[in-house]
């Protein structure tokens, strides 16, 4: 547990003056994890919001070593930077502990970028992985992806008179990792920060792979006021659609339980994305999405030996 | 003083990778490069070099994380064929817009479709304007030498870009041959030590690389990496005459074989020079004035040089292994041509296409182009701008 006092000692190493939109959620990820690293970081980026945002040549909002090389191969470059790091220390040419963090969109995570992703874990390189994950490809405008949550309006699965938006539920990327059987496997949100502080100082504490999943809130995307994102993150966790739980060598726990577990319509009905679901036709559908997040909310609580 | 061996094309150049003792590979196995990763996952296994070797499960991913790891200050290298180089072809570009000086065997093979694992060069001409120096080798001495030059080339300061050293695939890649390497010792001096320019793994001195480049400054940068390609040509000339010094073996841009006089000459790549060379001889031997040029240096393309050789000869066949689809002729006939445009009074030029696919090419075979030239030669007419070679039309 960091305390708010202890990292306020710390130096910020994202600085404003980036060009994300008023109420993004993923610089305060960026401030958050690095503020959690005990050693200098080197950060890879896939291609994506976080990265045009915050490297506009001649300008860098990064204050660690940053490098992009394309959309779908963060994990795979920072596989290349991690053996450079490896073979450099062991011929003494390097003497200096580095922590290695890759940043990928669910874009360049759960789709484009899954191939680069499994084969880095599966090779252990001593990375950790972050998906930012805002639910859908918003640097090229608000498309689908395998993370959008079901119902959700977006530029490829619009909502319309024969549509109701996304019809697939999302991919369960966290579990996929699980099955990787790396060290360290969590979920976190930027709402419940100590939560999300502690677990990168976990992830980077293992030795070998870790991958976050972190739930960043979009204000384009999800379509809310600016001033809302930290609110509507701690709403996809109290209602259960984003748990927060850690499996950490193969053990899951639950690392945060909701005192009321909301229904998910509170976090539906303040997004955008969601309106069209609100009409008496997509009411079955409401039904179907609560049922899901009550499922999957069980199934947790049994993997995590929590009471029902 | 060398060491004279028997060494397969993929066994030269995995004994130049151990020598050079790169800090990282990263590459995915393809016929027919398939045994240089083997070779030099056993030199790994063994502790004969200090490489971190990371078994990438995609070619996608081995440029990329050769990117990453040049990018963090390691002499890196990779190696690939066909459909590997293809599926790359993204990160081959951002290796060279990175200015990286990695260095990537290709063993030449058949780009699919149809299917195909034996050798023409289709797959090195597709990336021929991604920004990467291509030296192309005629058999597994040339493979060698090629590789070690390399990494001096690829890292000189003007020049700063990844290097392509390639062979024919099966043909010189799986054919033993007696050659000459160099001591471990010697190789090591001749690359010297890597230092790169600011490292990601300078924490203390952070850096932002690969970022967005846009209206402003893309053109610059654009423009830079051009220059670094005109600079390669002296830079290429003077690791090749140092090497010569080491070996005995000269190299140039090109090799010109009984050109100075020659009448009608073709122009190749590979190892289809070794069976040209044959077909000079034998046609030599019968009084015709045959000569060929060898492209070593196919990026940069050496225009001005090769017009030069070329300007004296009545009739010239370029021979290309792969065809560009372009309605025209194959891409090395395109630049020839082109090279040969400010020429007065210059060659007639033709175009073979041949050996795709593994098409074998025999000395006959060469010797039929020459019989054509010759006829352009005393005509000065070109009834076939374009010919395809040992095909059932």
Known sequence: MATLKELSNKEILISSGHRACAGCGFPIIIKQALLAAENPVVVACATGCMEVCTTIYPYTAWKVPFIHNAFENAASTLSGVEAAYKSLSRQGKLDKKIDFIAFGGDGGTYDIGFQALSGAMERGHNMLYICYDNQAYMNTGIQ??????????????P?????????QYRKDLSAVMVAH??????????????????????????????????IQPCVLGWKYPSDQSIELAKLAVDTCFWPLYEVENGEYKLTYRPK???????????????????????????????????TRWSRLLAKCGEEA | M???????????????????????????PITPQTEIVQIFSSFVANGKVDTEFVTVESEHSAMSATVGAASAGARSMTATSANGLAFMWEIVYIAAGMRLPIVMPVVNRALSGPLNIHCDHSDTMGARDSGWIQLFSENAQEAYDNAVQAPRIAENPDVKLPVMVT????????????????????????????????????????????????????????????????NAKPVILDVASEYAKLTG?????????????????????????GTAKVAVDQ????????????IRVFRPFPAEEIADALKHVKAVAVMDRSDSFNAVGGPVFVDVRSALYDVDNGPKIVNYIYGIGGRDVTPDHVKTAYADLAKIAETGQVENPLTYLGIRE
């Open chain 2, 2 to 28: 060398s060491i004279r061996v028997g060494k397969t094309g993929n066994e030269a150049v995995a004994e130049a990778m151990r020598q050079i003792n790169p800090d990282v590979v990263a590459a995915y």
């Open chain 2, 167 to 230: 062979m024919d695939g099966f043909i010189i890649s799986h054919a033993m041959e007696v050659m000459e390497i160099l001591e471990d010792e010697k190789v090591r001096e001749f690359i010297g030590k890597y230092v790169p320019e600011n490292p990601l793994l300078d924490v203390d001195n952070p850096v932002t690389l690969g970022p967005v480049d846009l209206q402003d400054w893309n053109f610059e940068h654009k423009r830079q990496q051009a220059e670094a390609m005109r």
């Open chain 2, 249 to 273: 073996r000269k190299y140039g841009l090109f090799e010109e074989y009984k050109l100075d006089d020659a009448d009608i000459a073709i122009v190749v790549l590979g190892s289809t020079a």
């Open chain 2, 283 to 294: 046609l030599r031997a019968k009084g015709v004035r045959a000569g060929m040029l060898k």
């Open chain 1, 144 to 157: 689908r992806s395998s993370a959008t949550p079901r119902g959700a309006n977006t530029t490829t699965s």
């Open chain 1, 260 to 294: 009321e577990k909301k229904p998910v319509e509170d976090w539906l009905k303040r997004q955008g994305r969601f309106r069209h679901l609100f009409k008496p036709e997509n009411a079955e559908i409401l039904k179907e999405i609560q049922e899901d997040i009550d």
């Open chain 1, 181 to 214: 059987e790396i060290p360290y496997v969590a979920q976190a949100s930027p709402s419940n920060w100590n939560d999300l502080v502690t677990k990168v100082k976990k992830a980077l504490a293992v030795e070998g792979p870790a991958f976050m999943n972190i």
């Open chain 1, 159 to 167: 909502a319309g008179t024969e549509s109701y938006g996304k019809k």
